[in-house]
C-alpha cells in the first residue's frame, strides 16, 4: 500500500474537495440503489390495484431519487477530478524541480525516452489512483454495507447471501486477480518505458545506424519489446474479463438466492408480497457499483509497478562527503602539526604546498 500512502499524502491540501467528492458518491449510489428499490416495490404494489394516494409516496420518492443520482453523480466528478488534477498539477511541479536539480549531470543514466514516459505515464497513475481506485473503493463499500443492512433487515437470509456475493466480488476476485497477473502487470511499465526509450533511440540515431547497417537489428530489438508488451497487456486483459464474469456470476447468484429465499418467506407469511421485489432487485443495484472494484485493484497493481520504478528514480543523488585531506601545516616557527586542509587554507602563516 506504499502507492496508496504516498497519495494520500499528496491529497492533504485537496482533503476537503475529496470528502465532498466521497459523499457525493455515496449519495448517487444510495439513490441507484433506492431508485431500484422504490421502483420494485411500486410496480408490485400497484399491481394490488391500491388507491393513489397510498402510491404517492412512492411515486415522488423514484423522482427524487432518478434526479439526485444524476445531480450527485456530477457533483462527484466535478469535485473528485477538480481535487485529482489539483494534486497533480502540484506533482508535476514537484517534479520538475527535482528534476531541475539533477539535470544534466544527474540524468545521464537515463535513456531520453525511458525519462519522458516516467515524467508522463509514472506521474498521471496518481490521477488513476485517486479518481479510479481511492474514491470508487470507499464508495463501493459503504454502499454495498448499507444495501447489506437494509435487506437483512427485510430478510436476513437473503442479507447474508448478498453479502456473500459482494465479499467475492471486493475481495475474493482481486486476490485471485493480483496473484494471476501480478508479473504481467509488473512488467508493463519498464516494457512501455523500454519501447518508447528505443523508438527515440531509433529516431535519433537513424542516420548512423543506416551507416553501420544496423537497422534491422534496431527495429528487430523494438518488434520483440512490442511482443512481449503486448503478451503481458494480454494477460492482463484476460484476467480483467474472467474478473468481469465472475462479478457477473456472483450478481445472478445473488439474485436467485434472494428470489428462492423471498418466495419460502412469502409463503410463510413472514415476508409482504411486495417486499420481494425488492430483495430480488436491489442486488442488481448494488453490484453496479461494487463490481468497479476488481477493476480498481488492476489499476493500483499498475500504479504500483509505475511508482516501484520512478519515484527513486528521480531522487535526489545521495551527498557522499568527502573526508578532509590532512597535510603538515606549520602554525609557527617552533613547531608543525597535523591539520585538516580548509578550502579557505590552513590557519597558519605558512603553509605546505599540497594544501594550494
Partial sequence: MSAVRAVLRLCRPAAGQLTLAVVAGVGAAGA???????????????????????????????????????????????????????????LRVRTYRRLERLAPAGLAAFRRGDLVARLVDDVESVLDVIVRVMLPVVVAAVTGAATVALVGTLLPVAGAALAAGLLIVAVGVPALQAAAVRRADA???????????????????????????????????????????????????GAAGVSAAVTALCTGLSVLAGLAAGAVAVRAGTLPGELLAVIVLTPLAVFETVGVIPGAAQRLAGARAHSAGSPRSLAPPTRHRTPPRRCRCRTDRRRSAWRPCRPDGCPGRRCCTTCH
Fill in 32 to 90: 441507484g440503489v433506492g431508485l431500484m428499490a422504490t421502483s420494485a416495490w411500486l410496480i408490485s404494489r400497484a399491481a394490488q390495484h391500491p388507491p393513489v394516494l397510498h402510491l404517492m409516496v412512492a411515486i415522488v420518492a423514484v423522482r427524487a431519487f432518478g434526479i439526485g443520482r444524476g445531480v450527485l453523480r456530477y457533483v462527484e466528478r466535478l469535485t473528485g477530478h477538480d481535487a485529482a488534477f489539483r494534486v497533480l498539477g502540484a
Fill in 187 to 237: 512488467r508493463l511499465a519498464p516494457l512501455r518505458g523500454a519501447l518508447a526509450a528505443g523508438t527515440v533511440e531509433l529516431a535519433q540515431g537513424l542516420p548512423d545506424l543506416i551507416a553501420y547497417g544496423a537497422v534491422d537489428d534496431a527495429l528487430a530489438a523494438l518488434e520483440r519489446t512490442d511482443r512481449q508488451l503486448l503478451a503481458a497487456a494480454r494477460r492482463s486483459s
